[in-house]
């Protein structure tokens, strides 16, 4: 995605995160929504926010921010190469298969179909960057969101990492 998307049907926006107030932005996201988790995660979470871009870093990953009219941050999604690689700014990349992580919505605009759009642009973005296989991991108590996923054409599949929390579901697209 070159550019900010504005969706004529919602008033919001997404795009790349690329300047430092974006990573900012995104970084206050993932300490909001690492409120909401077990200490475990808290830590992993803060971490990774920490780190950012990280994991998340051009050419082979992307963050994307949705950002309400007035510009305020609102939402974001990741994407990664799978499994990571030691370097991910490395220009050439190992693997056909990427992961979206970190989904998240503000709570106060969820249900506005920001989520939905978030995947469908990380999908893009996905394709866009030449993967053939975009995973998912869902805790099981997501249901409805697991639910949207299979719509969307994302299939079960076994667990791809060692360690993984036994209540996760697995879950991938070809793209």
């Keep these: ?7 004529p049907q919602c008033p919001y926006s997404i795009s790349p995160a690329r300047s430092p107030n974006d990573i900012d932005a995104i970084r206050n996201l993932i300490l909001t929504y690492s409120q909401s988790q077990v200490p475990k995660q808290i830590l992993v979470l803060t971490s990774e926010a920490a780190s950012l ?4 870093s051009l050419p082979h990953g ?4 949705a950002r309400a009219p007035e510009q305020a941050p609102i939402g974001w999604v990741g994407l990664r190469p799978f499994p990571e690689m030691s370097d991910p700014q490395a220009p050439a990349r ?3 298969i990427c992961q979206f992580k970190r989904l998240f919505v503000l709570e106060e605009y969820r249900g506005k179909g920001i989520g939905k759009a978030l995947v469908q ?7 866009e960057k030449g993967y053939k296989e975009i995973r998912i991991s869902a805790e099981i108590q997501l249901d409805k969101e697991i639910e ?10 076994e667990k791809y ?3 993984a929390e ?5 879950l991938a697209l070809q793209l």
């Design 1 to 7: 995605m070159s550019a900010t998307q504005v969706r």
């Design 53 to 56: 871009p990280g994991r998340y």
């Design 62 to 65: 992307e963050m994307l921010l």
């Design 94 to 96: 190992d693997t056909d």
């Design 121 to 127: 642009e990380v999908i893009k973005t996905a394709r």
């Design 148 to 157: 949207s996923y299979k719509r969307w054409g994302f299939v079960e599949r």
């Design 161 to 163: 990492f060692e360690g």
């Design 166 to 170: 036994p209540d996760l579901v697995f």
